[in-house]
């Protein structure tokens, strides 16, 4: 049995606001820890549950923030950016049984510790089909198509309350509480450690490859703050204006899906400025 851990950190144990999960900053550097134990913790749990292999694929920022002399030395991670499915690199080789997301959020535009979808600021909405989503629902829908089950979700209480609608059987850990955006009443990392490797034992059971999902075409509607980030994105090929600050593309399969909205984001990240957005 193989897992792959997508691994993000704005719904890590302790983190409440931008700072926690700034490279380069000093409570970053602190939260890297309590992160790598969340990690650690469903790595952990994975190996309780029978798993043969578990590769983590970072898949926050930088994607190097993990601290792999901290983690148990069965694991192996993917680290370092510009890689072809992003956040679920490696479901797509065949060889994934089970997919947990550690450290997830909710998406832009909705209530949640950090909840963002992408992008930091900018994108105030994303919709897959007429719903909203957010980065588990995009990914699920990503790692269907391979045949991959997501097993375990860990986050805030919202984004645990969030994946019902796209992995209702996975086990989900919520390591805090939100109370605004920057703010959430924390549990500690004893506490959620604990938490974490008895929900990825229980969702090892879980990881059962089935057959892939074929849900296209995809609608993808995004919706941003300002009227020239919506104009930048038109600069993708097939992506078309929309609603007042919005833009919208279809694609035939999710892998083509989530890799424009890579493009569109990355394209729309070089047009804002720093005081202006």
Known sequence: MKILISADMEGATGVTWPADVLPGTAQWERCRSMFTSDVNAAVLGFFDGGADEVLINEAHWSMRNLLLERLDERAEMLTGKHKSLSMVEGVQHGDVDGIAFVGYHTGAGTEGVLAHTYLANSLT???????????????????????????????????????????????????????????????????????????????AALAVRHEPVRGGPFTMELEFDAAHLAAAATVVPGVRTGEERRVAYTSETMYDAIRTFKAVTTIVSAALEEQYG
Request: negative net charge.
């Open 125 to 203: 909405g994303v919709w897959l089909n007429g719903e909203r989503a957010g980065e588990g629902l995009l990914n699920a829908h990503v790692v269907a198509e391979y045949g991959v089950p997501v097993v375990l979700v860990t986050g805030d209480d919202l984004t645990c309350e969030d994946a019902l609608g796209y992995a209702p059987e996975a086990p989900k850990v919520a390591v805090k509480d939100h109370v605004s955006r920057y703010a959430a009443v924390c549990r500690t990392p004893s506490r959620t450690s604990a938490a974490i490797r008895a929900a990825a034992k229980e969702g």
